[in-house]
């Protein structure tokens, strides 16, 4: 099972059918394709400012290289670092873009297909009313435990230790 996070479009969308395709889902976990060819991911999922993280990282490790002398394994392991690093945050850099261009979280699903999830999320929210959407759940206030309860390891309160 993975996570799934579903984003809506800025503006907000009516909950209708037709309002389904503008949801963006992003699927958390490694990326291969992120991995093997970031730099194509970055551009293609429109990651700017990782992109241009990413080349400062690589220009700077190549300078690292040529500079300490690091031999023909050590350049490879510190070639793929930053390749390893887009792998792992593949899915919060595409968060964060879609944030920036003011998408806001929807939800999540867990699932195994994005078409599973998709089907979990908007089962629920094609369900609700504009106006459950609108109010926010009530805070029942912070937790607060029992006057004659004790917490820890003793069973009463005053006892021995």
């Given amino acids: 099972m993975r996570n799934w996070l579903i984003y809506e479009p800025p503006g907000g969308v009516r909950p209708t059918l037709e ?11 490694f990326s291969k394709f992120a ?14 400012a990782a992109l241009v993280i990413y080349v400062l990282v690589e220009i700077a490790l190549a300078f690292i290289v040529r500079w300490a ?6 350049t490879i ?5 930053p390749n390893l690093a887009v792998g792992l945050e593949a899915a919060w ?29 908007f089962q629920e929210w094609l369900g609700e ?8 759940p009530r805070d029942a206030g912070g937790y607060r435990p029992h006057p ?14």
């Fill in 19 to 29: 309002g389904v395709e503008a949801f963006v889902t992003v699927r958390e976990g």
């Fill in 129 to 136: 009313t504009a106006h459950e959407r609108a109010t926010p």
């Fill in 148 to 161: 004659s309860m004790v917490l820890g390891l003793f069973p009463q309160p005053g006892g021995a230790r």
């Fill in 93 to 121: 850099l595409r968060a964060r873009s879609l944030e920036r261009r003011g998408y806001r979280l929807a939800g999540s699903a867990l699932a195994r297909t994005q078409e599973e999830a998709e089907a979990h999320f």
């Fill in 77 to 81: 392991v510190l070639a793929f670092l």
């Fill in 69 to 74: 002398g690091v031999g023909p394994g050590g």
């Fill in 35 to 48: 991995f093997l060819v970031p730099l194509v991911w970055l551009v293609w999922r429109r990651c700017w």
